[in-house]
């Protein structure tokens, strides 16, 4: 364990309200993620979502996102190393490159990776996070296989008030937030931003150099709303991380040969821009709505040897919708009709080093989706929907997907729920062009993957204070993109699989809060996934989570246990000198944290938390060493 220093200092705001944030799985919560235009209650959807409600990221101390992300079914989280190692989330055992993130409403992934590295998205001090699960390309187009997990930082009208906040602890760890939000007139706003600082601890098994993290995270929102039927929506955000890394050690006479070794002076820079400008007008006393939207996400990374800059992408993306949708019906039977249209540029370029090699002018696609949606809800208890779109690309071959859903709740509390559907994820720019000298060339003859899968589960409201429910899903991919293997001096590459992966598994949770002193989270996955009989790697095949919590008197303090079990899983090493991958096995582990804050006074709260309590010892990526037992604590001030 490395020594702790705590650093604590006054700052300022309200505290989250239990009663009126914790979400959870309640039947009554609305999700924003499964419908284009709009919002639709839990209860109403036949797929699978997950909501984590801000107080849930408040009593587990939540400082990486992607940590509060395992204790969602379905997710399986890897990350090589501490923090600033690259992190990846797969759901029901997709890729990472198939689940697309969104951040209140902004396509985040990098457009040259394909895919988020969520080590880059630290919490911001009052956020929501939804996580829904299956196919969803007929509403969002490629990247869409296996979910989509979008972040919502929640607005000055739904929490108001001032924050800030200020920490410190093990591996010389520093990090703070401060949140400003609130309704002046017709102007809804929030501003936040968040920093974290980490001196690092090595990543290399046996290896001795501390590898840092500096991250800088600043965002804001305003909705102006001069009339009823008229709403101006404006999204910005920034990120910068700065982080050491290590590399594998290619010395063929090395007994470390393929391992993670120390690498002085190796280190990255991810700077990223997000925008978002949304126009919504009502009519038809509400009944029709409208939305005009136009984003920008720009993302640069640079790596750095100790001899300078090794090399570097850029990618950007340009996207413009148009959504409308109508509702009409009675009391008893609601229709909604929703049409939308994307319009999308992403730009692409390698910022390598001149090497007749490497290509660095600028790539681009073009894409245009054509989305309709249709839903019913009869009696409030039978809610179905259906949902198709067709993508023309100007590099890849058109593209039509749907989906299909269900849900039925009856007078006892169960409800049942079904849906089918089918998914597409177009090659990124580097399985395209990429370029690691001596490494990895890529394949510009790559075709998309496609995947269809369906998934039926039923729910059970445990009288009024909580939720149970198990689903079983199951899903296969055609066309999978793989990286094929040559002996040196051949380049590895990417290629498409003739053969057919293969995902199934159950999810099962609960939620409960039977009594006001005490709050449960359980969750838990089994996932079975395979190419062509082989165990696809770094998807556990058991994965589970508990979180409980007990509250004080008028919730004064509370105490959060949490509990991480991440099974064996497969990963694949390149030890053997003719670079042909050697299947490998990563022990399971458990992981234990503890949280506590005690409020002091109306406005100051005085927290801390122990990561790893029990300093297990545990892999998550092969020869990557985690952090060991970690203790941090500070202060918030609300107003």
Known sequence: MRPIMTLAVISLAQPLSAQNLAEGYSPDTIVVTASRLGTIPVDQLGASVTVLDPQALDLRQTRQVSDILRDVPGVAVSRAGGVGGLTQIRLRGSEANHVLVLIDGIEVSDPYQGEFDFTTLIADEVARIEVLRGQQSSLYGSDAIGGVIQYLTLGGREQPGLSARLEGGSFGTVSGGARAAGVAGDLDYVVTSSAYHTGGLPNAIGGSRDLGADQVGASGKLTWS?????????????????????????????PTFGQIVDTPGAYYTARALFGLVKGELNLLDGRWTSALTAQVADSRRRNYSAFGLDFG?????????????????????????????????????????????????????????????????VDDRLALGASVRHDFNTRFADATTFRVQGSYKFATGTRVRAAYGTGVKNPGYFELYGFSSGQYIGNPDLRPEKSRGWEAGIEQRLGGWGTAGVTYFRSRLDNEIYTTFGPAPDFTSSANRDTRSRQRGVEAFVAARPVPQLRIDLAYTHLDAREDGTVEVRRPNDIGSANVTVFGKDERWSATLTARYNGEQRDVAFTDPSFVPVAVRLADYVLVNLAGSVRVGGRLEVFGRIENLFDEEYSQVFSYASPGRGAYGGVRVRF
């Open 226 to 254: 001069p009339t009823e039927t008229f709403k101006l929506t404006g999204v910005a955000r920034y990120s910068w991380t700065r982080a050491d890394f290590n590399n594998s050690d290619f010395d063929a006479a090395s």
């Open 313 to 377: 992408d850029n990618g950007t993306r340009y996207k413009g919708s148009f959504d409308s949708a109508i509702r009409f019906g009675s009391d008893r039977v609601q229709h909604k009709i929703t049409a939308a249209v994307d319009v999308e540029r992403e730009e692409f370029r390698n910022s390598s080093p001149a090497s007749p090699f490497v290509f660095t002018g600028q790539r681009h696609t073009d894409n245009v989706g054509l989305v309709g949606v249709y839903d019913l809800v």
